[in-house]
């Protein structure tokens, strides 16, 4: 989801998202929030109808260069996209951002075909360096990340879990992206974008320190957070269909 143009949004794939995607493909998909369609862009390239709705004009510019539809609209307003029906649901990263995430979502489930399933990707607030300063008194907004000042709600796994499953759903399938390089992304992304009219929300994934974190220290991550999830998860992703 993206927020406004003062906001220094970056761009950023959801590796676990697709992960869990796997291979499928002529599927109908919609992406609650899906700012400039980085990740879904991915899903749409395996053979997919993507749909997105978002409230910023600028994002949908770009999303609608990227994947099959984007409807320029407040994300709470499911009316918008009439009386569709969808066999995936994808909320990545925008629940977070929302005064009430568990009715939005109830909300949704209208839209979803019978069968059909529901993504939804949460940061992950028991996260080591949250914790850590956390007990060194220190609870600070940022640009990006954990505690981006964006976000309205903060979630751990367990209460990820319940917000799903009070929304009348059942998970049927989890994944994790790894954090423990995650919390110095915001020095990164300074360091790349810049601000202002220089302000590049690709520019991290089109450098080269990320492309080679991808090959060596991501795969590495991956395993030692799948230890820990609780605490060396930077996002948790589960996939959820109707109870």
Aim: with cysteine.
């Amino acid at each position: 989801m993206y927020e406004s143009t003062t906001y220094q949004y970056f761009e950023d794939v959801n590796w676990g998202l697709l992960r869990l995607w796997g291979d499928r493909k002529n599927l109908d998909v919609l992406d609650v929030g899906c700012g400039f369609a980085t990740t879904s862009q991915h899903i749409a390239e395996r053979g997919n109808r993507v749909t997105g709705i978002e409230s910023s004009a600028e994002a949908v510019a770009v999303a609608r260069t990227r994947v099959t539809e984007v409807i320029h609209a407040d994300l709470q307003r499911r009316d918008a996209l009439g009386h569709r029906r969808f066999d995936v649901i994808i909320f990545a990263d925008v629940l977070e951002h929302l005064a009430w995430p568990i009715g939005v979502l109830r909300g949704y489930l209208d839209l979803l075909k019978e069968g059909g399933s529901v993504i939804v990707s949460l940061p992950n607030v028991g996260l080591w360096s949250v914790r850590l300063n956390l007990l060194l008194g220190r609870f600070r907004y940022e640009e990006t990340g954990v505690l981006d000042h964006t976000h309205l709600r903060f979630f751990t796994r367990r209460t990820a879990r319940e917000m799903i499953e009070q929304a009348g759903l059942k998970i049927v399938r989890r994944t994790y992206n790894p954090g423990l390089v995650r919390p110095f992304v915001p020095l990164a992304k300074k360091l790349l974008g810049g601000g202002g009219d220089s302000h590049d929300p690709s520019a991290l994934l089109e450098s080269r320190p990320y492309k080679l974190y991808l090959k060596t220290i991501y795969p590495m991550e991956r395993v030692l957070a799948s230890a820990w999830p609780g605490a060396l998860a930077f996002q948790m992703i589960f996939e959820a269909r109707r109870t």
